[in-house]
């Protein structure tokens, strides 16, 4: 089969178009031939090697964290697929490799596609979907008429982010450029805050919670707008001590995680909030319910641009660039 691979960490180590053998299927996997992946900034985190500490691969290296497709063979112990079901889904960390025409992904990591989406849309789903969701429902515990703010809200996880908050019934603050403007207030933005222009730290308050998809100052300055108890979920910042217990890393990992995050614990200390990095789990069961959302139309994939799987170090490129309004997908089929 193809695939876009990487044969070692780096910045500017190119993609390439390589013959792989087919993956082998487990009794409980389902083989997927794939028609669409979407693109994350876990992606090309990966590539550079920033995410050595929590994940280990081997070259060569198929990039691709979510998908849509269709099935073609299943496991003996498959029940809920069958050949011909058209899926989508985001495959467990250490099975990853969607800019590929095939993928073997354990069946409780996938679920049947939107029908009302294409291939592309529905490749634009799983990842932000289930990031936001576990964000939101078991973290966060987002509540009607709560006020979060939401990083960045025009971009891939964001625009997700801002439908599904409303639907919960919060109130809705996000940052966004001219640019995004129009977008983040077509998806139920309530107050936008145009991040070149104006400081979001001196404009909110006694917020509830904050969804942060950027890091670094970002990360920081959202302590101040929370109230006492107020919890952020990140996606983008340094993991905790806290994460390296509920991740199960050892006692020298999150050992280190504890020491690197000390800065954060102070801020959470001294505002009396709770800081959470967010390394999200598979799930068909959750995909389930996404589904249901879209088909009910309460929430819909905002695509920007789609390439062709050959193109996809572009795709890459485009990305990183920081321009994207929205999911950058790669066409495979």
Excluded: C
Excluded at 171 to 177: E, I, K, L
Excluded at 194 to 219: H, M, Q
Excluded at 250 to 262: D, E, F, N, V
């Amino acid at each position: 089969m193809k695939a876009m691979v990487i044969e070692k960490y780096g910045k500017n180590v190119p993609l390439k178009m390589s013959e792989q053998p087919m993956p082998d299927i487990r009794e409980h996997d389902v083989l997927v031939e794939i028609h669409a992946a979407s693109l994350n900034p876990i992606d090309f985190k990966i590539k550079e090697g920033k995410m050595k500490f929590l994940l280990s691969y081997k070259f060569p290296l198929i990039l691709g964290n979510d998908f849509s497709g269709v099935v073609v063979k299943v496991g003996g112990r498959v029940n809920a697929f069958k050949p011909g079901d058209e899926v989508y889904g985001r495959p467990r960390k250490n099975r990853i490799g969607t800019l590929a025409e095939f993928i073997a992904v354990h069946e409780e990591d996938i679920w049947l596609k939107p029908q009302n989406l294409t291939f592309e849309e529905a490749a634009s789903i799983p990842l932000i979907g289930l990031t936001t969701y576990q964000a939101f429902g078991e973290i966060l515990n987002l509540q009607k008429g709560q006020k979060i703010l939401i990083h960045a809200g025009s971009g891939g996880v964001g625009t997700f982010a801002i439908q599904l908050a409303k639907l919960m019934g919060a109130f809705v603050a996000t940052t966004a450029s001219e640019k995004g403007y129009e977008l983040v207030k077509a998806l139920g933005a309530d107050l936008i805050i145009n991040y070149k222009k104006e400081n979001f730290e001196e404009i909110l308050t006694g917020y509830d919670a904050v969804f942060d998809t950027l890091g670094g100052e970002a990360l920081e300055k959202s302590f101040h707008i929370l109230k006492p108890g107020g919890k952020i979920v990140s996606i983008s910042g340094m993991p905790n001590g806290r994460f390296g217990k509920e991740a199960k890393l050892g006692w020298m990992k999150t050992t280190i995680l504890s020491i690197a995050s000390r800065k954060i614990k102070a801020q959470e200390k001294r505002s009396q909030t709770e800081y959470h990095f967010l390394f999200m789990k598979p799930s068909g069961e959750q995909l389930k319910v996404l589904k249901e959302f879209i088909e009910g139309g309460l929430i819909k994939p905002i695509i920007d641009k789609v390439y062709h799987l050959e193109d996809a170090g572009q795709a890459f490129h485009y990305l990183e660039s920081g321009r994207a309004k929205g999911k950058v997908i790669v066409k495979i089929k």
